[in-house]
């Protein structure tokens, strides 16, 4: 019996195993550091709105370079994108553990943006190319909610270690943070050799022979015109582009439930280090019902359809982040990012199964790198500006401003409601004009 080829087409079945164990050993390592990054920040001198501007400076890296990377994997292969971010993780996580001024947390926030912009879409795109090799023009919602559910738990399992390691606090003569962003490198590490193991290709798509360098360099000189092919894609697609618009929303609901949340509760709690303790468990349970709202997203689309699934959890999302913004005490802000984080983890998946609908094997990579491309523009002019907000008045403003702006987003899914109406008109109407309807599988 001959030895099936490392780069032969995986079935959907072994392709979907590869996509969420990779998936989990990339979010798992985010759980030690997700709800004390800007604790780390502040603990080491900067100050709130340093801390945004570094967060802003991830953000406006991944803008600049997320449609050159995105242009560079759909031409030359996903496999290779996605080991060289795997590797860009580890440089950035490593200068992030050893930072103590404010221009050494801006250099890791700049490799990390490089990471992300490299890491947004190779992946999800092998994935589905993958399966529309076998079954062309498959929906993929149901992976995509399960994902969301393996990030969730991923993350929330390293936010629960996280919180451990910080109440062990092995190292006295050391600030209690420190151990978990090491962890944070280590998990980093293991990730790159995962994917290096795991992802494979057919061997077209990623053997370096002689053409396949030429349409490297290629891919690299010709950013401008994948930025424009890009942009021109936006312009001729009403649906893709409210898709796209509503990111730029949904972006600024998440620096209140990822940035100032932990800054919340340390004033709230009465420190950095007590915040980041108890940020542990609070953020294991936060992406914990993140993963059962991922789950619950998947049987709500089957019921009432991936859009009005994904503007429902747009709305309550909004709404739970404002009410971060409201409450007085920690329990209940505690509650309301838990409520918050049921919702995001509801709307992700559905917003990630609307732009597959627009999106083709060619340009797959492109699209979702355009839709993180407007996440990290927002993201990144917002978060100064709410950290100054902040700053002059007070945290819980910014917050409930930012939650109160991020609802308007969801009005951008009107044309992807009305073409789902149309996709699901086709087959029925098709159906009542033959004499001999096809059947359903």
Do not use: C
Not at 71 to 91: E, H, K, T
Not at 355 to 362: F, K, N, Q, S
């Amino acid at each position: 019996m001959s030895t099936p080829s490392p780069y032969a087409v995986l079935s959907p079945t072994a392709a979907r195993r590869v996509f969420l164990t990779l998936s989990f050993t990339r979010w798992f390592p985010v759980g030690l550091v997700v709800g004390l990054l800007t604790l780390w920040q502040l603990e080491r001198g900067l100050s709130v709105a340093q801390a945004m501007t570094i967060s802003s400076a991830a953000g406006l890296t991944i803008f600049v370079l997320e449609l050159p990377t995105s242009g560079f994997a759909d031409a030359f292969g996903r496999r290779p994108v996605f080991v060289v971010s795997a590797i860009v993780n580890v440089l950035g996580s490593s200068v992030l553990l050893l930072a103590h001024s404010f221009w050494a947390f801006l250099a890791s926030a700049v490799l990390m943006g490089i990471f992300r912009a490299l890491d947004s879409g190779p992946l999800e795109a092998w994935f589905v190319d993958t399966v529309h090799a076998t079954t062309p023009g498959a929906d993929v919602d149901g992976a995509l909610a399960a994902q969301g559910t393996v990030l969730g738990v991923g993350i929330a399992s390293g936010a629960l270690l996280s919180g451990g390691l910080v109440w062990w606090h092995p190292f006295t003569g050391a600030s209690a943070l420190v151990l978990p962003v090491a962890v944070f490198v280590a998990l980093n590490v293991v990730h790159l050799v995962a994917v290096l193991v795991l992802l494979r290709e057919p061997r077209s798509a990623e053997h370096l022979d002689t053409s396949g360098a030429r349409r490297a360099i290629a891919s690299a000189k010709e950013s401008p015109t994948v930025v424009r092919d890009g942009l021109g894609m936006l312009r001729e697609n009403a649906v893709l582009r409210g898709i796209i618009a509503v990111e730029l929303f949904w972006s600024v609901a998440m620096i209140v439930f990822e940035t100032f949340q932990p800054i919340r509760l340390a004033e709230l709690v009465g420190g950095e280090e007590r915040a980041g303790a108890i940020m542990g468990p609070v953020a294991a349970t936060g992406w914990a019902v993140f993963a059962v709202g991922a789950a619950l997203a998947g049987w709500s689309s089957r019921r009432i359809g991936v859009a009005r699934t994904a503007i429902l959890a747009r709305i309550l999302n909004g709404l739970g982040a404002v009410v971060m913004g409201l409450v007085a005490g920690p329990a209940a802000l505690i509650a309301a990012y838990g409520v918050t984080y049921l919702l995001h983890g509801s709307a992700g998946p559905m917003h990630s199964a609307l732009l597959h609908r627009e999106a083709h094997a060619r340009n797959r990579a492109t699209v979702l790198s355009m839709n993180s491309m407007v996440a990290s523009v927002a993201f990144g002019v917002a978060a100064p500006l709410l950290g100054l907000l902040a700053e002059r008045t007070s945290t819980q403003l910014a917050m409930a401003t930012a939650g109160a702006f991020s609802i308007l987003g969801a009005w951008f899914y009107r044309h992807a409601l009305r073409a789902e109406r149309s996709r699901a008109a086709v087959p029925a109407a098709a159906s009542q004009s033959s004499d001999h309807p096809v059947p359903v599988e």
